[in-house]
């Protein structure tokens, strides 16, 4: 929080917003932390279906991504995803 505030202090008005990399780390972490959305979107199987993970997707079916879970279920992709750091 210090860092941030710092980094803030730093530009006047909003010239140079762009360069406020801390705060771009930030909010990025934020919406992946805890998204605000529940669900990213969906998208039908391709024909002739698909396989995600060893699971067979019949065509036509409604795929839909659920963006909180992603995080929590690939912990070599995001370690510690229960901790917020904006530094990952």
């Known amino acids: ?8 202090q ?6 140079h917003i762009e360069s406020l990399k ?6 990025k972490e934020g919406l992946h ?8 979107g969906s ?3 391709p024909k002739g279906g698909l396989d995600v993970l060893g699971y067979s997707i019949p065509e036509s079916i409604v ?3 659920q963006a ?10 995001f370690p510690n995803n229960e901790f917020y750091d ?3």
Do not use: H, W
């Not at 929080?1 to 803030?8: C, G, H, I, W």
């Open 1 to 8: 929080m210090e860092k941030l505030n710092k980094e803030l």
């Open 10 to 15: 730093c530009i006047k008005g909003y010239i």
């Open 22 to 27: 801390l705060l771009d780390a930030c909010t």
């Open 33 to 40: 932390f805890r998204p605000p959305v529940a669900f990213t």
């Open 43 to 45: 998208r039908f199987a």
């Open 63 to 65: 795929i839909i991504i």
């Open 68 to 77: 909180l879970s992603i995080g929590r279920q690939r912990p070599d992709l």
């Open 86 to 88: 904006p530094m990952r």
